[in-house]
């Protein structure tokens, strides 16, 4: 019905116009200006700009994803995530400008028309470098990727961050033996890689594998959990009716104590960081992260930890955030 | 929802002669009827009795006119109920199509899901409500079994009949405790929706939950009483009724008649077993134009509700570029797929979708349960023949066309009737310019 809305009669929420907009000007949600999408890898030099002209030679993609490279919190994201995979050795290769949205926003509120726009020539770029397999640290993207794509031909073995990390440290490709934290931690799940794909353990078991750390969950968790408020192209949305989703679920994981809260996905990250800071709590008190953040986290206080231990009469310092 | 592939043929349309899901129904409903009147004929020919004086009588203190009356009532409402059934299919039929074939590949997966639904296993997740709706299903269940197992030693010549002696002993105290579960089940219902009230019921009851609650309580109430004093009047003739302590509902009960003269518990037997038919023939009745159709409609929707797209990814639309289709997405019944259209007969209007809902939690007009429910409203009152609506609805609220967004949308619907297909394509070029902004296909009544 909103399909029929959005192509029929073009009657879709005029907030929604600016991100069309970005979307098909830009190839970007926020409009902003494709050329500066790498710019948060300027000083990893680790992270190679590939070429969408020339065979892929990585095992695998870094599809970063609109919020990933423009958004500030999620940039803290996408650096923590490049980090643990060159610890893990492995080499880090993203498309940069040549990146386009996935389409997921539009497809989500009806509007096929542009989600084909910017899904055909990604598939053509992405076949074109004979890519095989992406690393997506959005839900979104994921789940367009592995799930919408090959709708239109375009077939990849696609991984979350939050997989591929739980299988780096299970096979100890990634040493988290020092990561420690001591400190209570709340895992909110994201509909797009909980209800839509069952990915429900995996971000649970990353954060699980830092040392004392405590895991608690929220009373809507699982196939329960309930909504941040961007999904569904409500990203792009102002909510001016009853509370705002983000503030509800933003309390309840307030209200189990927890100094972290932990997400996988950007717009999660987005929704729960303003629903803490509108609760009043600022990040000395509850830190809001994507499990990559917490986990970088805990693996450098763990190394700092272990050089005091060489040198102990240093003071401890306190944490810093992950990719700062 | 896409519209990728050519609309179905209207229905009752150029006289083909193919058969539908929906005279399926109607063979078997028929087939049931003519088995349910030659199971009254037969005995009446061949006459098979047995002499055991632990057994149950059928039809005892029973008079014939009341028999035939039996036998004819409940086959030609079995009939009925199969055509009101068939009307209803035709409705689904009017939808897109939707391949979920049963394939090899999908068979097991298929009875999987066949069997969660059967089981209630997304009922039991709430605790309360699932051992309260297995008590009735299974208490029902059982009391139909018991029901059966009867008639088929009714059926049987005499050295075949089994049902006396212990064996009906064991039968008569498995009647009872299912009675007594049934009974139980029923009470905790009633208890729950008008007392207790969870907030996904209190938001919406219909007064005909009352009426099967009503209906089902009736059914076990009469039982009981039917049998008491079937107890009490053989009892009150002299006969040893000491068996029937396996009875131990229907016994203790039928012992507080004791010493009513033989002429008062015959006819005051004679009424509990009318109030019992009667009981059950309400029950056929509402049984395909009320929610309780979901008995077949639910473990339907759950056996097809395998498909091969991954729950992540929306439905397929062609390469908008390229098409030389002319409308996309769904506005009228006739956009939806059919087996989206059984799932509306399937609801139950139980609120767990709503009840979990985030826009609906935090104060927004979004109504999940209300796009299903408004959607069947929809194509209930466009169907030819019309039918009931999948849950009873106001009677000040009329439907004049097929487009969903007569009902469910959040501007109020002008009224413009857009009868089919084609006049919505000729409307299209017409009405573009909208650009209302609304938050989902939500409803505000």
Redesign the interface.
């Known amino acids: ?15 929604l116009g600016n991100a069309y907009r970005g979307m098909e000007n830009q190839g970007n949600p926020w409009g902003m200006n494709q050329g500066e999408r790498g710019d948060w890898a300027k000083d990893l030099d680790f992270v190679d700009i590939v070429d969408p002209g020339t065979p892929l030679e990585a095992e695998y993609l870094y599809w970063v994803g609109c919020a990933g490279s423009f958004d500030d919190k999620n940039r803290k994201v996408t650096r923590a995530v490049a980090k643990l995979l060159q610890r893990a050795g492995i080499s880090v290769a993203v498309l940069g400008p040549s990146e386009m949205c996935t389409g997921d926003s539009a ?2 509120s ?1 509007n ?2 542009l989600f ?1 726009m910017l899904a055909v020539p990604n598939i053509e770029m992405l076949d074109g470098m004979g890519v095989k397999k992406i690393i997506t640290q959005c839900p979104h993207c994921f ?1 367009t990727l ?3 794509y ?2 239109l031909g375009g077939r990849y073995e696609v991984i979350h961050h939050s997989q591929l990390l739980e299988q780096l440290i299970a096979d100890r490709r990634l040493d988290v033996s020092g990561a420690t934290l001591e400190e209570r931690i709340t895992y909110h799940d994201s509909c ?1 890689l909980g ?3 069952d990915i429900y353990l995996a971000p649970r078991k990353v954060v699980g594998a830092i040392k004392g750390i405590e895991v608690v969950e929220m009373s809507r968790n699982g196939t ?1 959990g ?2 941040c ?1 961007a999904g569904g192209a409500r990203m792009w949305m102002e909510e001016d ?5 983000n503030d ?1 679920r933003a309390k309840e994981a307030l209200s189990t104590g927890a100094t972290r809260i932990a997400t996988a996905c950007p717009f999660c990250l987005i929704m729960l960081d303003d629903g803490v800071k509108a609760a009043g709590a600022d990040d000395d008190t509850v830190k809001v992260g994507d499990i990559a953040m917490h986990l970088l986290d805990a693996i450098e206080a763990g190394e700092r930890a272990a050089e005091q231990d060489a040198a102990p009469l240093a003071e401890p310092s306190p944490a810093p955030t992950a990719g700062d | 929802m896409s519209t990728d592939a050519e609309p179905v043929e209207p229905s009752g349309g150029n006289g083909t002669s193919r058969v539908r899901p929906h005279h399926l129904a109607i063979g078997l409903g028929i087939a049931f009827a003519v088995g349910t009147a030659v199971s009254g004929i037969l005995p009446l020919i061949l006459d098979w009795h047995s002499d055991s004086a632990i057994q149950r009588e059928v039809f005892e203190n029973v008079p014939g006119p009341l028999q035939l009356a039996f036998y004819t009532i409940i086959p030609v409402l079995l009939v009925w109920g199969a055509f009101a059934f068939a009307a209803r299919m035709r409705n689904w039929e009017r939808g897109s199509p939707a391949p979920r074939r049963t394939t090899r590949k999908n068979a097991s997966r298929r009875l999987r899901d066949f069997r969660a639904g059967v089981y209630m296993r997304t009922l039991l997740r709430d605790s309360a409500a699932g051992l309260m709706h297995s008590m009735i299903y299974f208490g029902f269940l059982v009391l139909l079994g018991v029901t059966t197992v009867l008639e088929i030693d009714h059926q049987l010549p005499e050295d075949l009949k089994f049902l006396h002696g212990r064996t009906y002993q064991a039968y008569a105290m498995v009647g009872d405790a299912a009675g007594l579960v049934f009974l139980g089940g029923i009470a905790w219902a009633i208890l729950r929706r008008y007392v207790q009230r969870p907030y996904r019921i209190r938001i919406k009851s219909k007064p005909e939950h009352a009426v099967i609650l009503g209906v089902f309580g009736a059914i076990g109430l009469t039982g009981f009483g039917a049998e008491a004093f079937r107890i009490a009047l053989r009892t009150a003739e002299g006969d040893s009724m000491d068996f029937e302590r396996w009875s131990f509902v229907g016994y203790p009960l039928s012992t507080l008649v004791d010493g009513w003269s033989e002429s008062t518990l015959t006819s005051v037997h004679q009424w509990w077993w009318i109030g019992h038919v009667v009981a059950f023939v309400a029950f056929l009745v509402i049984l395909p134009i009320t929610m309780l159709r979901h008995m077949f409609t639910s473990p339907l929707n759950m056996y097809l509700c395998d498909k091969e797209r991954p729950k992540g990814a929306m439905k397929p639309m062609p390469n908008l570029m390229e098409t030389e289709l002319e409308s996309f997405g769904a506005s009228v019944v006739e956009d939806f797929t059919w087996k989206q259209l059984l799932d509306t007969d399937a609801c139950t209007m139980c609120g767990r979708c709503t009840s979990v809902c985030p826009a609906h939690a935090t104060g927004k007009s979004l109504d999940p349960r209300e796009i299903v429910l408004k959607t069947g409203e929809v194509m209930a009152a466009t169907g030819d023949p019309v039918v009931s609506p999948p849950i009873g609805t106001d009677a000040e609220i009329t439907v004049s066309a097929n487009s969903l967004f007569e009902r469910a949308s959040r501007r109020r619907s002008s009224g413009r009737a857009r009868p089919a297909r084609r006049a919505m394509r000729s409307a299209r070029s017409t009405s573009r310019s909208s650009t209302r902004s609304s938050t989902c296909a939500a409803t505000s009544r």
């Open positions: 019905m909103r399909r029929y809305l959005a192509l029929m009669e073009s009657d879709f929420p005029t907030e497809r989500r009806g096929e028309y084909q789940n592995l799930n919408e090959p709708q797009y209800r839509h794909n329960k309930m909504c408020g009716v009853g509370t705002k989703v509800e």
